[in-house]
């Protein structure tokens, strides 16, 4: 797992953070609005940090990650997608860590990531338009399965 940036906002007056973060998370696919939406009203509205986390699957090359194209930037939709959470969120007052998490099996590192970070709210939310039908139904099958936290998904 790779962290990529973290944006502190300006100091404001909030009461001492008690609970767990908010976690927004994709599988390397542009973020839907209303996850997005969903995510930093609800980090503001608690005072907790929003994790912003993007799985991507690696390929199983083993020359193309000895050469450096394992960790080619993202398209610049996607690039924008990632940024927009992290633009919302500083306005709003509110701390923000990116990470990018590379797995040969993206959905079982997407649970082991909600694990790591155990977060009080997880918000699922891929623009489906943009991701296959099927790979959605897997991952929303194995969150429902194994995620014990609260769980907003993108619909």
């Known amino acids: 797992m790779a962290v990529l940036q973290r944006h502190r906002p300006p100091r404001v007056n909030l009461p001492a953070?008690?609970?767990?973060?908010?976690?927004?998370?994709?599988?390397?696919?542009p973020f839907d609005d209303d996850a997005v939406a969903f995510a930093v009203d609800t980090a503001a509205e608690l005072g907790e940090q929003l994790i912003i986390a993007?799985?991507?699957?690696?390929?199983?090359?083993?020359?193309?990650?000895m050469l450096g194209y394992a960790d080619l930037p993202c398209a610049p939709e996607l690039a924008e997608s990632?940024?927009?959470?992290?633009?919302?969120?500083?306005?709003?007052?509110?701390?923000?860590?990116?990470?990018?998490?590379?797995?040969?099996?993206?959905?079982?590192?997407?649970?082991?990531?909600?694990?790591e970070q155990d977060p009080g709210v997880f918000v699922f939310g891929p623009d489906r338009r943009r991701m296959m039908r099927l790979r959605y139904w897997r991952a929303a099958r194995a969150i429902r399965a194994k995620v014990t936290t609260l769980v907003w998904m993108a619909g």
């Open 17 to 29: 953070s008690r609970g767990r973060p908010v976690l927004l998370a994709t599988l390397d696919v």
């Open 54 to 65: 993007n799985v991507v699957e690696r390929p199983p090359l083993p020359l193309s990650t």
């Open 82 to 115: 990632l940024a927009e959470p992290v633009r919302r969120a500083v306005a709003r007052g509110v701390g923000v860590t990116r990470i990018r998490v590379k797995s040969l099996h993206p959905i079982p590192a997407l649970l082991e990531t909600v694990a």
